[in-house]
């Protein structure tokens, strides 16, 4: 039996939205509800996968089944595709599983050619709306099928405004419009050299081709990239008769949602326009008027729109998009979809909804996507400020929020600066570790270089400060302090707005405003904790990260990088020392001055965590990341050290190392020096002892081995930790509880993991270098050749950014599996940057994990994906 790639609308139904798409399916499911659809059909996904399988051509056999339900149109419309007598004119959209801004825009009044336009004149005695209809068809097929440039077009239907001094199109009459028409003909004859089409069939086939093609679009490609959407789903085509909204003042369109999509109220929000077909509502030509000005315009029409937007959004359980057509006064329904909404919005309609009865909070939970709640969590610019800024420059959006302050070029600067008070942004080349102090003292972050896993754009969103990252449009001259922008030039009293959120720059002051958490957000997050089975830690190094995390809601630490803490002014110079120190007795000196630091440190987390757990990673870094590089800082420590020159750059070019993030880090510092360890152990079971005596908290501290690939490497740190941590108790003559596990970010140590138990009281998954080591290539260098990978679809994610299911992520699976066949018992937890990813959370639930960790700001939307994925999989 031939296979089926076209299907009438009255075939279908909502449960066959992977192949009809969701607008097909559905136009479908509003079809048997018996609301007024005009009658279509669609043409399938897989029809759209066929056409590139088969090199980017309509098969034979699916022309076939598209001329076969144009006969099956003609018979339900009484009317003939490309009749002389009563033709058939239809439109053509494109519809993809979900929503799609990236995709192709509507072509209407398909199938209207010289002759047909002139016998429609005729019948419906309205040559105004004739040609109004045929302008418009040539202007859409020509910009969105051919390419020709919508502007040409536009100028043309100036001038003749201009000409005929009116300002609105409707001002034309059917005189100007023909005149237009012919115009626009000859627009398309001297852009692509041939008529403009007359014949409907290939009009119809061309469009057709045209949705297939846009699946494949730069923006729609980005688009898909950003929201998880595979590129294998393919896209639908809708072929729907026209309805007619441009017939006169008993005729319009509009663009309605059952509830308002900014603010989430209860109430129709939407705006139509009379005698005007669909994109004049969008396209700001005219203005439309507010949905309730309809009532008093006309009050039958207006009581069957309300009736049906009440049953289609009790249907779908949700708030509703809708695009209608009156024709003469009948009513139609052209679409309708879950609506786009604000998180805000998002939050008080799922509330809402199982307040009245229509939803469960498992299934209100399903109605927030967890990303959006990114949008709550930080500043962001005065929406009346914005409407009056200019964009300058855009780059990646790499951390949400909004900043805006003066611009400063170095760490140290913005440290001083934001010390005395000064707003500022700070804005790099790139930025290093040595940047963190500077970078928490900045309102935001702008990189020249770099990508959305840059060191920039994961610091930053461990921190919540808005970043914008990978800007290759701004020049920095770091010695000169200055940003140009477009033959501009800008210095440190100059003014620098970013948007972390959408990539864009402003070089000026844009005031920000703080984001408010409503009543709301707080119920829906009880739902979500009452759901989800799999624990959410944060990854935080400071008190102020800790605390700001167990306000979003975290279950302790899952990752607190011991090394953070080194970078801070008071401490480098110990460390520094310990680094240059030629024999262990030097370096135990140099420990001892760290150690208090350490253990006031790891006391101020514990207090802020009130007894929650907290997993504590020793030192992981190569120790080439403390020291400077360039003669002039070298000499400058140096003398601050009391050393030579010499002395000094022969200990830097010693740490030199080719590949360091394979190097001397991780747990084979701790095999080299024992004694850092031991340190690290004291400063967290003095501080664990302290609380308990000084709070009362219950503290089981957990530390965490990194970089292990062999047990015995684990065993030979683990000895130093247990005999340190039971020297300490002796001391103050008191026991306490505590774990010692490890990272697995080896794959090795992932395909040995039952070994590895046997050492291990828990496994926490670091993704970011498991993927790196599991991939071969470096996070830091990705973002040079990633871009080339999507545009040729080797890769269609980011793997530092959503985790690769198919190969890290059965190292993980493996190491779990193999864990508990070892230690029943053992905990497992993933603390990479991947823990804040919705899918990768998901994923985690699936695999059976004990808790994910991620930065204080993904906490609330890490507590969502994974009541999201109770739901779906139930444990």
Known sequence: MEKKYVYLFSEGNASMKNLLGGKGANLAEMTTLGIPVPTGFTVTTEACNKYYEDGKTISSEVMEQIYASIKELEKVAGKEFGSEEDPLLVSVRSGARVSMPGMMDTILNLGLNDSAVEVVANKTNNPRFAYDSYRRFIQMFSDVVMGIEK???????????????????????????????????????KEKGEEFPQDPKVQLIESITAVFRSWDNPRAIVYRRLNDIPGDWGTAVNVQQMVFGNKGETSGTGVIFSRNPATGENKIYGEYLMNAQGEDVVAGIRTPQPIYQLEEQDPVIYKQLTDIIATLEAHYKDMQDMEITIEEGKLYFLQTRNGKRTAQAALKIAVDLVEDGTLTKEEAILKVEPKQL??????????????????????????????????????????????????????????????????????????????????????????????????????VDEKAKTVTIEDKTYGVDDYISIDGSTGNIYAEAVKTVSPEITGHFATFMGWADEIRKLKVRTNADTPRDTIQAVEFGAEGIGLCRTEHMFFAEDRIMAVREMIVAKNEEQRRKALDKILPMQRQDFTEIYEALEGMPATIRFLDPPLHEFVPHSDEEIAELAKEMGLTFEELKATVEDLHEFN??????????????????????????????????????????????????EIKELKYVKDVVVKTAEAVMEERGTKIEYHVGTMIEIPRAALTADEIAKEADFFSFGTNDLTQMTFGFSRDDAAKFLGSYYDKKIYEQDPFAKLDQTGVGQLVKIAAEKGRATRPDIKLGICGEHGGDPSSVEFCHNVGLNYVSCSPFRVPLARLAAAQAQVKNPR
Do not use: W
């Open 151 to 189: 502007r040409l077009f536009e100028d043309k239907l100036d001038a003749m405004k201009e000409a005929r001094g009116v300002k609105l199109d409707t001002d034309l009459n059917a005189d100007d419009l023909k005149e237009l028409v012919a115009q626009f003909k000859e627009l398309y004859k």
């Open 374 to 475: 990114d949008t709550l969590l930080h500043p962001a610019f005065d929406v009346e400020e914005l409407k009056k800024a200019n964009v300058v420059a855009k780059g990646l959006p790499a951390s949400p929020g909004a900043a805006c302050g003066k611009i400063a070029f170095t760490a140290d600067e913005s440290k001083e600066r934001a010390e005395k008070g000064e707003k500022v942004v700070l804005v790099r080349l790139e930025t290093s570790p040595e940047d963190i102090e500077g970078m928490i003292a900045a309102e935001g972050i702008l990189t020249v270089r770099g990508g959305m896993t840059s060191h920039a754009a994961v610091v930053a969103r461990g921190m919540g400060t808005c970043c914008v990252a990978g800007c290759g449009e701004i020049k």
């Open 660 to 709: 360091p993030m394979m190097g001397h880090r991780g747990c084979r510092l701790a095999v080299s020096y024992p004694e850092i360890a031991e340190m690290q152990t004291r400063a967290v079971i003095e501080a664990a002892l302290d609380v308990k005596a000084k709070k009362g908290y219950d503290i089981v501290p957990e530390i965490m081995i990194p970089l292990v690939g």
